[in-house]
């Protein structure tokens, strides 16, 4: 027999740290949540939430320290409040478990990666004061098979996870360890999850996984990829106007995927490859033994098969056994690549990883005077790219948001939040709406900005 509500108007906050698959794993989570309670509502602080979910971010000490920050800042409120339920979920506590307990006596509920998957505790949350928190064990085919409804944030684009997991096994990376191989979602999922998105009024869908480029080679043995096939089925999804995809793995972003990329109507002509390094040793000691020279020919086709396309990669500065030759080899390549956009990371030492043990450490000092000069000469190009291909001309970009001076928006050469921004003044009477798309004369560019008029 179901027990009576607690109270119908329960307020609920969930804090989404790290990336965007977390994200939508959120929205998914706090979607359940509410679908089974009507009353309840959603609310924005969490000094005015009954129930603060923290979804955290475990990949590297610097996500822990800012969950462990956050989940305190939650505690404190808590003492204020002794009520307020506090769930802390996601990669942190998957990996980290104890650790988190010890340090959060404050906490209700703790579970992992499998949070999301964990129904009954979802539908439960917010109708029964004591859900079920024992995780029931997941299998890749309620990973694969999993749909949920999800409450989105109101933006004019939303990510789309089409697997989890990695079955790369990159020397720094705990990836592998919390989320474990990949598990690719299956196609009528994901199809039927974009048209869901679209009928909510969403205009570009960005597909996000661990690995995009590897989408599919776990439904079968020895499986090909799949992203091609995926890619033609969602071009076809009414009401979507961007599709993009995110965190292709280099040595799988095949001509397949390219030439469906460049013949799709929807897809952005948009390229995103974490490449970590270019130098062969550096590469082989992280776990990816490319053939010397792959990034220059991959960019190379990239800009054959797709002349227009905008490309994007992140790099790792200070890997152990990064000498100062090595640095200079990946500053002389970055120059010669002309990326649109390039973020990069110093390497952090984390336990658990082949890495870690590695001798030739690099200091901290010097990996974060190769950081900054990395960003700086990446800005330089970044600034000429910009320069180069919008300065003075009119292109097309979709609205993100709108003040009553100016809008925000992005080419769709440009992902949210990493990529550039395009400013440009509205009126009373010339004002788009977010989901927009809109004409823009360009009149000035930075590295990650443009500046533009309405035509
Ligand atoms: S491909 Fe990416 S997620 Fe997978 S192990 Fe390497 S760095 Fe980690």
């Known amino acids: 027999m179901e027990r009576a509500l607690k109270r119908p108007d329960l307020r609920v906050c969930m804090i989404s740290l790290g990336c965007a698959k977390n994200l939508a794993d959120s929205e998914a989570m706090i ?14 602080e ?37 009520a307020k339920r506090i769930i802390v979920v996601g990669c942190y506590p998957q990996l980290w478990r104890d650790q988190v307990l010890r340090r959060h006596p404050g906490v209700d509920t703790v579970l992992g990666v499998d949070a999301l998957y ?46 989890d997991g990695c079955s790369q096994r990159c020397a720094y990376c705990t990836i592998p360890l919390i989320k474990g191989p990949l598990v690719s979602r299956s196609m009528d999922v994901v199809l039927r999850e974009a048209d869901d998105l679209a009928c909510a009024g969403v205009k570009e869908i960005i597909l996000v996984a661990q690995n995009t480029s590897a989408y599919g080679m776990d ?24 599709l993009r995809v995110l965190y292709l793995y280099p040595t799988l972003v095949s001509n397949q995927i390219l030439e469906t990329i460049a013949a799709s109507r929807h897809v952005a002509h948009y390229i995103d ?19 010397a020279g792959l990034a220059k020919r991959l960019v190379a086709r990239i800009r054959r098969i797709m002349p227009d396309a905008g490309i994007r990669s992140t790099f790792m500065v200070g890997f152990p056994g990064e000498t100062e030759q090595c640095f200079r080899e990946l500053l002389d390549e970055l120059e010669e690549l002309q990326l649109d ?73 440009d992902a949210p939040d990493v990529d550039n921004t395009v400013w440009a003044p509205v009126g009373k009477t010339k004002r788009p709406a977010t989901g927009d798309i809109c004409r823009v004369l360009v009149t000035a560019c930075g590295p990650y900005d443009l500046d533009g008029v309405l035509v």
Not at 139 to 158: C, H, K, Q, V, Y
Not at 221 to 232: F, I, S, V, Y
């Open 341 to 413: 956009h390039a973020g990069a990371f110093a390497y952090s030492r984390e336990p658990m990883t082949p890495s870690y043990d590695f001798a030739q450490h690099v200091p901290w000092s010097m990996k974060h005077r190769r950081l900054r000069e990395f960003m700086e000469r990446q800005q330089q190009i970044s600034l000429s790219v910009n320069r180069n291909r919008y300065l003075g001309k009119t292109i097309s970009i979709i609205v993100d948001d709108v003040d009553s001076s100016r809008l925000a928006g992005r080419t769709f050469l």
């Open 219 to 242: 439904m079968a043995p020895r499986g090909k990829p799949k992203l091609a096939e995926l890619l033609r089925e969602l071009d076809d999804v009414a009401g979507i106007e961007i």
């Open 31 to 44: 979607g359940q949540a509410l679908a089974a309670a009507p009353g309840a509502s959603v609310c924005s």
């Open 118 to 163: 964990q129904t009954e505790f979802w539908s439960n949350l917010l109708t029964d004061a004591t859900p079920r928190d024992h995780p029931v064990p997941v299998t890749n085919r309620i990973m694969r098979d999993f749909e949920a409804p999800r409450l989105l944030g109101g933006s004019a684009f939303a990510y789309l996870k089409i697997g």
């Open 273 to 291: 490859m974490p490449l970590q390094h270019t130098e062969p040793a550096v590469l082989r000691a992280m776990g990816r033994p490319w053939a």
């Open 46 to 82: 969490p000094a005015e939430a009954d129930i603060v979910i923290v979804n955290t971010c475990g990949f590297l000490r610097a996500a822990r320290d800012e969950a462990d920050e956050t989940i305190a800042t939650m505690e404190a409120l808590r003492a204020q409040d002794p």
